[in-house]
């Protein structure tokens, strides 16, 4: 996955070098711009076993600023925000593998270095008994559960 | 041998004579016969699903996830560029202009349409809004929704988006959409049941044909339908997996 490029970013980004479980790493720009989830809206993607994204709808190529082509065939930490704790998404892999429902409040980085706070949900696809991949579906959040993850995940960066 | 079909209770009763239609239609294109049975609410054709009484269901995306998961049923088509979306209305003359001005204690008039009352829950929770601090209350149509709305009764009334267009334009005058989903995958299904699974594919074939004739275009238009669209299992299964991680 490239680094971001500075022509994408709106505003004067921060630079932040990420590194993901897969031992890879990225360099991402960061600004404080927000861009709120609408309401009534739904951010869905599907993603084969190891996180690589296999389906996107046009609310998830709306708010992450990318365009399809890029997201299908990368790996779903794309959109890790750096304000992020791993440990969160390591509580998020746990659960799935065990084949149990994830929930959780997660910022979300767009292409363009803004962000977007959402409430995901991830739940494993299992047929005949095998997992076959991960739907993650991501809804609006409300302002005061927004203040308490950003609170909270600040303790644990 | 007589098949026994059902529809999902949330069907507009404008369209409840298409049905009927559709249903002796069926039975020419299948040379089988089918006995259409309708239901006023959600309970009671549960049951019966539960008894495993039909062969054919036009199901709602809620009980499709029993029917496909639990039942064995294998999706047929749905209804084509046709998604499930819902609105929570308020008065027209309310004060609230956006999800976010609502607040505890809220009055909710819903019919029992699963569905539509979990969109709308979702669409609630921007406001920190959730089952235990609305005040809800449960109406047998969307038209006695929109009357509580109107008469002052309820502060927000939620309904499937293809009723609420379809009130009467004097009755929407009086409201105002508040939010709109937008979720696109969720939809209606007909499903067959384990014992009509060696008429899947004829079945599934008229309907795609449907569209070919005057006769079958006028039957699409009683169902308030433009065609039918091919469902393979998996994209079923998709929506199910997407209904799972709705339900909170």
Redesign the interface.
Known sequence: MDDMSVTDVVDDGREVTLNYYDGSCRTVLVTDIETPLP????I?S?TDPSGIITHV???FVTMSGFAREELIGVPHYILRHPDMPSVAFQGLWETVLAGK?W?GYVKNLRKDGGYYWV?A???P?I?HNKVVGY???R???????VEEAQAFYRTML | MTYNFTVSPDFNPSYLSGWFIFNTWLQRRTSEAFHLELYDDFDSQRQAIAADKFDLIYANPYDASVLVREKGFLPVACPAQKSDEAVIAVPHDSEVGQVEDLSPGLRVSATRDPDVSMMCMIMLEPADLNRDNIVPKTCDSYVLVAKDLVRGQADAGFFLEETYNKLSRVVRSQLRPLVQSRIQVIHHVLLVGPGLLHRHEDIQQALLAMNDTPAGQGLLESLDFTGWEKVAPEDTEFMIDLMDTLET
Not at chain 1, 39 to 42: M, N, T
Not at chain 1, 139 to 145: D, F, G, I, Y
Request: charged share 40%; aromatic share 4%.
């Open positions: 309401d009534g809206r739904l869905v599907r709808n046009d609310s429902k929930h409430y949900t991830v739940i696809n047929r739907t993650s579906v809804r609006k959040p409300s302002r005061r559960k």
